[in-house]
């Protein structure tokens, strides 16, 4: 039974870089792409980015001059980086795998990032 | 970007009720689209992928149909713990994006 660990900053002021990290316990590691997803209080899923265990990555057009996703293959574990955050990028921060192809399951149990000054 | 659009965006129904949710595509996605479940508080739960394929563990009353634009979500026979917010993703191109959500509500 595949599981997800997260962990991170929760707090951050605006202008510093959001970093968070996934480690993935059980199952194969290599075999998938692994996502990062995000939710702002209240509202709707966004898509951010992915990576696979050779560190290839795809990420959301609307946050790629900000994002970078990396892998560390030896202990199972991926991350993300958010630079220059506003209020705007406060949300709950999940990591999921992409089960079969792009479906995400399963989902980590998601981090609360909130950016204030 | 593909924008999903779901409706209704609430809907109230009683236990034993069947409850349809629509996605439409802003363009053809063939069936490259799953169905989440989210209760508060909690991570998204995978239920529907490829439009109609059951995830391991999620009970029968829960179907998808479709294909191209226009998708759905029916719920026969709702039980208690089906009173949640339901969500689209299409997987068809990058960026993946999800709908708005339909929060399902006891009447």
């Known amino acids: 039974q595949v599981h997800l660990q997260q962990w991170g900053a929760g707090l951050l002021k605006p202008s510093e870089t959001l970093s968070l990290t996934c480690a993935v316990f059980?199952?194969?590691?290599?075999?998938?792409?692994w996502s990062w997803i995000r939710q702002p209080p209240g509202k709707g899923l966004e898509w951010i980015g992915e990576?696979?265990?050779?560190?290839?990555?795809t990420f959301n057009p609307s946050l790629k001059s900000r994002v970078s996703i990396s892998v560390e293959t030896s202990k199972n574990q991926v991350s993300l980086n958010l630079s220059s955050v506003t209020a705007a990028d406060t949300a709950v921060y999940y990591c999921?795998?992409?089960?079969?192809?792009?479906?995400?399951?399963?989902w980590g149990l998601g981090t609360l990032v909130t950016v204030s000054s | 970007d593909i924008q999903m659009t779901q409706s209704p965006s609430s809907v109230s129904a009683s236990v034993g009720d069947r409850v349809t949710i629509t996605c439409r595509a802003s363009?053809?996605?063939?069936?490259?689209l799953a169905w989440y479940q989210q209760k508060p508080g909690k991570a998204p739960n995978l239920l529907i992928y490829?439009?109609?394929n059951l995830q391991s563990g999620v009970p029968s009353r829960f179907s998808g149909s479709g294909s191209g634009t226009y998708f759905t979500l029916t719920i026969t026979s709702l039980q208690p713990e089906d009173f949640a917010t339901y969500y689209c993703?299409?997987?068809?191109?990058?960026?993946?994006?999800f709908g708005q959500g339909t929060r399902l509500e006891i009447k």
């Open positions: 999921a795998r992409a089960f079969l192809t792009n479906w995400f399951d399963p």
């Open positions: 059980g199952g194969s590691f290599s075999d998938y792409y």
């Open positions: 990576v696979n265990h050779g560190g290839r990555t």
């Open positions: 363009q053809g996605i063939s069936r490259w």
């Open positions: 490829a439009a109609s």
């Open positions: 993703q299409q997987a068809s191109n990058f960026p993946f994006t």
